[in-house]
Each structure stands twice: as C-alpha cells, then as structure tokens.
C-alpha cells in the first residue's frame, strides 16, 4: 500500500504528524502505509500545520501555496494534497517512501 493517491492536478499524501520533535523529516510511516512527519512545532494555534505545510513544499520542492491540508485540520492523521506534475511528485513521494522513520 502506497502512502499518496493520485490526481489530475498533483497527489494527496497521508500522513501522520508528531508534533514536537527534535528533528524535522518526512518519510514512510509504520502503521497504515502512509507517510510519517515529524515536526518541531507544537499543536497550538495552527503552528503544526504550518510547519507540516512548509515540510512537505520543502521535501517535495513546490511552493507553500501549492501544498494543502485537504484532511484532518486537528487530528494527527492528515491528508495533504500537492499541486503540480502528479508524476513528478510521484517520483518523490515514491523515493521517500522506500526510506523508513
């Protein structure tokens, strides 16, 4: 099971997120074959999906504005979309996704 789905205008990931980590990173989570993000913001205020906002345009290369929390604004479990060549991401989401937490 891969951890993004396809889409005509990019792909959605889903992802777990620990907030308050020591180190930043995004890759292949352990439970549901979706992605792992580990993030040193806290949960407050939105600052968590922030940071998880600028992770993923970081690790995938796009701009801020063409990554969005799409699924689970307040939950751990969230699902990002990323606009762009769907390919393209694919191939990044597919090389992160073979490097375990």
């Known amino acids: 099971m ?6 005509d205008d990019g792909i959605v990931l889903a992802v777990r ?3 308050r980590s020591s ?8 439970e549901d074959g979706g992605f792992a993000a580990r993030i040193a913001a806290a949960p407050v205020d ?6 998880l906002v ?3 345009a970081r690790t995938f290369g796009v ?5 969005t929390i799409v699924g689970g ?3 751990r479990a969230k699902r990002v979309a990323i606009a762009g060549d769907a390919s393209a991401l694919a191939g990044i989401a597919r090389r992160l996704y073979e490097i375990a937490p």
């Not at 891969?2 to 889409?7: F, I, K």
Request: proline letters at 3%; hydrophobic letters at 35%; aromatic letters at 2%.
């Open 73 to 75: 604004d307040t939950s």
């Open 63 to 67: 701009a801020k504005r063409d990554v």
């Open 54 to 56: 600028r992770l993923v």
């Open 23 to 30: 180190k930043e990173m995004l890759g292949r989570g352990r």
């Open 46 to 51: 939105g600052e968590a999906n922030a940071a």
């Open 2 to 7: 891969s951890g993004w789905t396809l889409r």
């Open 17 to 19: 997120v620990t907030p």
